[in-house]
């Protein structure tokens, strides 16, 4: 056998490659640049597998001889997008890693049609004058909103953290803002809520204990410097057993009485009742203004179902000192976010709201799951099947199919909303439980991931597992051939 440094030598250069006929096709297309930039990376893939001895000087020679394939695989990771679109197998509906909120069709078309050509984002086509961007969507606000509580008007930034910074901002700043210690959350990312507060310019006041805080604690921390009584939703986690807090309605009183505005950060926000899909204990923003609250922060990328963006709904002499701070400029949305909330706020005023992805989601009826999950089943174990099944000469015994022996089993399981969301709310759903009897639960969930297009799974108790709630109808045939691939690669 060869020495390692023989075979290294059997390596082509990158300018023999640059000249062979396929290579040379591919430089046409795409730049000699980029393809001798992918002629580096695919040699020294071959080099590293050299060094852990993967390769023989006969593998070698076949990996050679296929290696304007391994050239292409490069170009394409190099010059395809980095942003993707993957098949969400998780069964968590507002999944933070993976966007959350999916936008609804009638959101891109409303892109397209406004975003690729010039609009009237900051133009008022009655008076030929320049008008405001968030007019828009107040509108809409408006009647979805005004119905439960008069004159409450509504903005837009960039996120909930940006809205919650802006509202401190202005009516806090130098002063004093008090909150409960049950309620100093940190969100996704590491974020905490004091660490917001104290980019804002207000000073946190801290009232009560963890696990109990009184009325009577808000009111005895109230002193000359307070400017704000702040209440935030505990979106993301529980505390039960000795608990007590105030509520919305004695906080907003207690505001009424010093003349202080009361903010609720809610974090997620949805503008309909969940009750009716089964999620129990996280309230929506009518509630929130309903009970008098004086400000409501919220997500538009969570429960609303829309793009990414902060929401600030309340009092209309309120908002109006917010539109009207520096900060506000800084932290407004672009036209392309204005389009998408638009299309996704008038499904809720047609209430249509099957129109909405994440309300869909959420909505969708066990049985269906089941039996859309059956069929793809059916479809793994009849493939692996015959796969396991092929005689030792041919193709597998040479090498080029390897049957992985997939194993598909449906079983009861739960779908999470997330985005920090009713975290101990779920919705019932039917899973695919896949066992691969030549590769281990990581190893499948990796080689899925590494599909086209990736699958994301979960992995428990040795098994990946998929929720077809999170995963869109149509998607079912290209995950399915996806899942046959891995069963036959």
Same mark, same amino acid.
């Given at each position: 056998?060869?020495?390692?440094?023989?075979?290294?030598?059997?390596?082509?250069?990158?300018?023999?490659?640059?000249?062979?006929?396929?290579?040379?096709?591919?430089?046409?297309?795409?730049?000699?640049?980029?393809?001798?930039?992918?002629?580096?990376?695919?040699?020294?893939?071959?080099?590293?597998?050299?060094?852990?001895?993967?390769?023989?000087?006969?593998?070698?020679?076949?990996?050679?001889?296929? =290696?304007?394939?391994?050239?292409?695989?490069?170009?394409?990771?190099?010059?395809?997008?980095?942003?993707?679109?993957?098949?969400?197998?998780?069964?968590?509906?507002?999944?933070?890693?993976?966007?959350?909120?999916?936008?609804?069709?009638?959101?891109?078309?409303? =892109?397209?049609?406004?975003?690729?050509?010039?609009?009237?984002? /900051?133009?008022?086509?009655?008076?030929?004058?320049?008008?405001?961007?968030?007019?828009?969507?107040?509108?809409?606000?408006?009647?979805?909103?005004?119905?439960?509580?008069?004159?409450?008007?509504?903005?837009?930034?960039?996120?909930?953290?940006?809205?919650?910074?802006?509202?401190?901002?202005?009516?806090?700043?130098?002063?004093?803002?008090?909150?409960?210690?049950?309620?100093?959350?940190?969100?996704?990312?590491?974020?905490?809520?004091?660490?917001?507060?104290?980019?804002?310019?207000?000073?946190?006041?801290?009232?009560?204990?963890?696990?109990?805080?009184?009325?009577?604690?808000?009111?005895?921390?109230?002193?000359?410097?307070?400017?704000?009584?702040?209440?935030?939703?505990?979106?993301?986690?529980?505390?039960?057993?000795?608990?007590?807090?105030?509520?919305?309605?004695?906080?907003?009183?207690?505001?009424?009485?010093?003349?202080?505005?009361?903010?609720?950060?809610?974090?997620?926000?949805?503008?309909?009742?969940?009750?009716?899909?089964?999620?129990?204990? /996280?309230?929506?923003?009518?509630?929130?203004?309903?009970?008098?609250?004086?400000?409501?922060?919220?997500?538009?990328?969570?429960?609303?179902?829309?793009?990414?963006?902060?929401?600030?709904?309340?009092?209309?002499?309120?908002?109006?000192?917010?539109?009207?701070?520096?900060?506000?400029?800084?932290?407004?949305?672009?036209?392309?976010?204005?389009?998408?909330?638009?299309?996704?706020?008038?499904?809720?005023?047609?209430?249509?709201?099957?129109? +909405?992805?994440?309300?869909?989601?959420?909505?969708?009826?066990?049985?269906?799951?089941?039996?859309?999950? /059956?069929?793809?089943?059916?479809?793994?174990?009849?493939?692996?099947?015959?796969?396991?099944?092929?005689?030792?000469?041919?193709?597998?015994?040479?090498?080029?199919?390897?049957?992985?022996?997939?194993?598909?089993?449906? =079983?009861?399981?739960?779908?999470?909303?997330?985005?920090?969301?009713?975290?101990?709310?779920?919705?019932?759903?039917? +899973?695919?439980?896949?066992?691969?009897?030549?590769?281990?639960?990581?190893?499948?969930?990796?080689?899925?991931?590494?599909?086209?297009?990736?699958?994301?799974?979960?992995?428990?108790?040795?098994?990946?597992?998929?929720?077809?709630?999170? +995963?869109?109808?149509?998607?079912?045939?290209?995950?399915?051939?996806?899942?046959?691939?891995?069963?036959?690669?």
């Amino acid at each position: 056998m060869k020495a390692r440094a023989e075979i290294y030598r059997e390596l082509p250069s990158v300018d023999e490659l640059l000249r062979s006929a396929e290579i040379a096709e591919l430089t046409s297309r795409e730049g000699q640049a980029a393809v001798a930039d992918a002629c580096r990376n695919a040699l020294s893939r071959l080099r590293g597998e050299i060094a852990a001895g993967y390769l023989d000087p006969e593998r070698l020679k076949m990996a050679v001889a296929e =290696i304007h394939v391994a050239v292409q695989k490069e170009l394409a990771r190099a010059l395809g997008y980095s942003l993707r679109s993957v098949i969400n197998t998780t069964g968590v509906i507002l999944h933070t890693n993976l966007g959350r909120a999916p936008i609804a069709e009638e959101g891109f078309k409303h =892109i397209r049609e406004s975003a690729a050509v010039y609009s009237n984002l /900051e133009f008022d086509l009655e008076s030929g004058e320049r008008g405001k961007r968030d007019t828009h969507v107040d509108r809409l606000f408006r009647k979805l909103l005004n119905e439960f509580a008069s004159n409450i008007s509504t903005i837009v930034v960039n996120n909930n953290a940006a809205a919650v910074l802006l509202t401190l901002n202005t009516f806090a700043e130098g002063g004093e803002v008090i909150v409960s210690r049950g309620e100093l959350v940190e969100i996704g990312g590491s974020f905490r809520i004091p660490d917001v507060m104290g980019k804002s310019g207000a000073v946190l006041r801290e009232a009560g204990t963890t696990n109990r805080t009184r009325i009577s604690d808000y009111e005895n921390a109230i002193n000359e410097r307070t400017r704000l009584l702040l209440r935030v939703h505990r979106s993301n986690f529980e505390i039960t057993g000795f608990t007590e807090q105030p509520s919305l309605e004695e906080l907003v009183a207690l505001g009424r009485k010093y003349n202080l505005p009361v903010l609720e950060d809610l974090g997620s926000g949805s503008l309909i009742d969940l009750r009716k899909v089964g999620i129990l204990n /996280e309230p929506s923003v009518l509630d929130s203004l309903r009970s008098g609250v004086d400000v409501v922060t919220y997500s538009g990328d969570k429960l609303l179902g829309g793009p990414q963006a902060g929401l600030i709904s309340g009092r209309e002499d309120l908002v109006k000192k917010m539109r009207s701070n520096s900060l506000f400029r800084a932290l407004r949305v672009d036209k392309l976010t204005y389009a998408a909330l638009e299309a996704t706020l008038l499904a809720y005023v047609k209430r249509d709201y099957s129109a +909405v992805p994440t309300l869909r989601m959420m909505q969708a009826a066990k049985s269906e799951i089941t039996r859309r999950a /059956e069929a793809v089943a059916t479809k793994i174990n009849l493939t692996s099947d015959a796969t396991h099944s092929t005689p030792s000469a041919g193709p597998v015994a040479q090498g080029w199919l390897r049957p992985t022996r997939l194993q598909a089993e449906l =079983i009861d399981g739960d779908s999470l909303l997330g985005g920090g969301s009713a975290p101990s709310s779920t919705l019932p759903t039917t +899973v695919i439980a896949l066992t691969c009897y030549s590769l281990s639960a990581n190893e499948l969930a990796a080689r899925l991931r590494a599909s086209d297009p990736p699958v994301i799974a979960r992995v428990e108790e040795g098994r990946v597992l998929l929720d077809l709630r999170t +995963v869109f109808p149509e998607q079912d045939e290209v995950l399915t051939k996806v899942l046959v691939r891995a069963a036959t690669r």
